[in-house]
T-cell receptor, first 115, second 111 residues
Framework: DAGVIQSPRHEVTEMGQEVTLRCKPI?????LFWYRQTMMRGLELLIY????????DSGMPEDRFSAKMPNASFSTLKIQPSEPRDSAVYFC?????????????FGSGTQLSVL | DAKTTQPNSMESNEEEPVHLPCNHS???????IHWYRQLPSQGPEYVIH???SNVNNRMASLAIAEDRKSSTLILHRATLRDAAVYYC????????????FGQGTILTVHP
């Protein structure tokens, strides 16, 4: 099992550019979470999908952020336009089909730097 | 969401037991207690979780107070690899298992 796979590992971009972060959950998992981590705010939940449907996006900071899950094996988090304050590590996590109290598996994260 | 309170930091010596406390006085009857840890430059990883009874796995033990208002994560023999930030969180029956991370406890392990 390859675990949760995120790409790219590092992304450096200029303010105003579009950024797309990608996540491949563990095969067979039906829940997917996007988190953001900064020194100031710690780990914040951005959005949660269940069976490819967004269930809770209350953590998405603003309209510049959007997330999609076109199928069970792929999700994207897009920032357009990007701003320096979006610089953070973005984590994707997935969970299996059992209880909602099952453990989450996290990817290695994408380090985003917006200059 | 019910809140948890953890010490900002703790220190231990290698091969000694470590007891990491967590207070959750507003816990509800359906809240599970979850522990995750985050090693430097890595994503969080699951450690253990429980509801009422104490739990053991290959990584750690979870001791839950009888009134469930506090819990303790026990690392039986700390290693240098256990140096990490440890997060204690609650998940309720109505929050789809959402994990809300606090600041956690930074564990330093001395050789």
């Amino acid at each position: 099992d390859a675990g949760v796979i995120q790409s790219p590992r590092h992304e450096v971009t200029e303010m105003g550019q579009e950024v797309t972060l990608r996540c491949k959950p563990i095969s067979g998992h039906n829940s997917l979470f996007w988190y953001r981590q900064t020194m100031m705010r710690g780990l914040e939940l951005l959005i949660y999908f269940n069976n490819n449907v967004p269930i809770d996006d209350s953590g998405m900071p603003e309209d510049r952020f959007s997330a999609k899950m076109p199928n069970a094996s792929f999700s994207t988090l897009k920032i357009q336009p990007s701003e320096p304050r979006d610089s953070a590590v973005y984590f994707c996590a997935s969970r299996g089909t059992g209880s909602t109290n099952e453990k989450l598996f996290f990817g290695s994260g994408t380090q985003l730097s917006v200059l | 969401d019910a809140k948890t309170t953890q010490p900002n930091s703790m220190e231990s010596n290698e091969e000694e037991p470590v007891h990491l406390p967590c207070n959750h006085s507003t816990i509800s009857g359906t809240d599970y207690i979850h522990w995750y840890r985050q090693l430097p430059s890595q994503g969080p990883e699951y450690v253990i979780h429980g509801l009422t009874s104490n739990v053991n796995n290959r990584m750690a033990s979870l001791a839950i107070a009888e009134d469930r208002k506090s819990s303790t994560l026990i690392l039986h023999r700390a290693t240098l690899r256990d140096a990490a930030v440890y997060y204690c969180m609650l998940t309720g029956g109505t929050s789809y298992g959402k994990l809300t991370f606090g600041q956690g406890t930074i564990l330093t392990v001395h050789p």
